[in-house]
């Protein structure tokens, strides 16, 4: 079955601390994985997106990496900002419709 | 970049009346439209994907004569919810399909049902 693992389910962060999210999943065959931010009552806003053969992308403070081998992505966010706290959600593409987690919850805290 | 937007942004309703949520690829052709439905802190759960000008193909359990999907053109999709009822109300978000590889989400539509 394909599956899309997130954790934690929810963090919270002193601003300006760095932080990491997880994300395993179980999608065969894989496309692509995408990491979206999803403010409350927003629709989700992609941050990255990457392919099998790639390692590593960022953009800006978030950084995301992606093992195919062991079917596993993080997010990675720098010097956090209160305009960081928002729910993020790793989405995984096959030959299927897209497979949702169901998000890592960041509160970013002054 | 591509933008998608949705009409409108939330909208409350009595129970019994049909609502329609219009969902916009503002700058792109969108051969394939997608509508999801969310629930508070849940994850986004698809309902229909729209090709323009044919019939839409719905998930399972999602009551196509409930939720009436037409898809005009290539940039324009709307979701109608027929006889509305509070369980009904959630958060509704469209997306547009510019490649097989990419969506774009629209902000998404609040609907209440009373």
């Known amino acids: 079955k394909n599956q899309v693992e997130q954790s934690p389910q929810s963090l919270i962060i002193l601003e300006g601390k760095n932080c990491t999210l997880q994300?395993?999943?179980?999608?065969?065959?894989?496309?692509?994985l995408r990491w979206y931010k999803q403010d409350t009552g927003r629709g989700p806003v992609s941050l990255t997106i990457?392919?099998?053969?790639?390692n590593t992308k960022s953009n800006g403070r978030y950084t995301a990496t992606l093992d195919a081998d062991t079917k596993q992505s993080s997010l990675h966010i720098t010097a956090s900002q209160l305009s960081d706290s928002a729910s993020y959600i790793c989405?995984?593409?096959?030959?299927?419709?897209?497979?949702f987690g169901k998000g890592t919850r960041l509160s970013v805290i002054a | 970049g591509a933008v998608v937007s949705q009409h409108p942004s939330r909208v409350i309703c009595k129970s019994g009346t049909s609502v329609k949520i219009e969902c916009r690829s503002l700058?792109?052709?969108?051969?394939?439209m997608f509508w999801y439905r969310q629930f508070p802190k849940k994850s986004l759960m698809l309902m229909a994907t729209?090709?323009?000008?044919?019939?839409?193909?719905?998930e399972q359990g999602v009551e196509k004569d409930k939720f009436l999907i037409n898809h005009a053109s290539l940039t324009l999709s709307t979701l109608t919810v027929t006889s509305a009822h509070p369980e009904d109300s959630s958060f509704y978000i469209c997306?547009?399909?510019?490649?097989?590889?990419?969506?774009?989400f629209g902000p998404g539509t609040r609907l209440t049902v009373l």
């Open positions: 997306s547009a399909s510019l490649t097989s590889d990419t969506q774009y």
């Open positions: 994300c395993n999943y179980t999608v065969s065959p894989f496309s692509n």
């Open positions: 990457m392919t099998f053969s790639e």
């Open positions: 989405v995984v593409k096959g030959n299927t419709p897209l497979v």
């Open positions: 700058d792109f052709q969108a051969t394939t």
């Open positions: 729209s090709n323009e000008g044919s019939k839409a193909t719905y």
